[in-house]
């Protein structure tokens, strides 16, 4: 039992044994925690939530991420930016060419928040959500 004036002390996790030749390092980027990760592809050290363990092993196999950008409208009341997002994350590799993709992209209206749209080829496609209104 605790004892007034005393502070709680948290039990660290025990620090799995990891593979040294394939360890890596990564900053976990998924909550404001921003834990210092090391993993193996098995085991993961550092993590203090589930979603740390996540990411680092999804980050040893394929990075992903989830971009933010912003997409031309021109209507009546001139050239307005919508801002947008992609749907799912997006294997870090194919960034480049997704931008391409999104920069090219011309809307004729500002379409209203959670709008679906597409870009790129039907094996390429990648769906984009508006996440903001324009007045």
Do not use: H
């Amino acid at each position: 039992m605790e004892k007034p004036g005393e502070k709680k002390t948290k039990r660290k996790k025990e620090q799995k044994p990891l593979n040294k030749d394939k360890a890596k390092r990564y900053t976990c980027i998924v909550c404001p925690a921003c834990c210092d990760l090391e993993t193996d592809g098995v085991d993961v050290n550092g993590a203090r939530c589930p979603k740390g363990e996540a990411f680092a092993l999804q980050e040893m196999v394929a990075p992903l991420r989830v971009i933010t950008t912003t997409v031309r409208s021109e209507t009546s009341k001139g050239v307005r930016m919508v801002p947008v997002k992609t749907a799912c994350p997006v294997p870090l590799a194919l960034i480049p060419q997704v931008m391409k993709q999104v920069k090219a992209l011309r809307l004729s209206e500002i379409p209203p928040i959670g709008t679906l749209l597409k870009t790129g080829s039907s094996p390429e496609s990648v769906e984009w959500v508006v996440t903001g209104e324009l007045d």
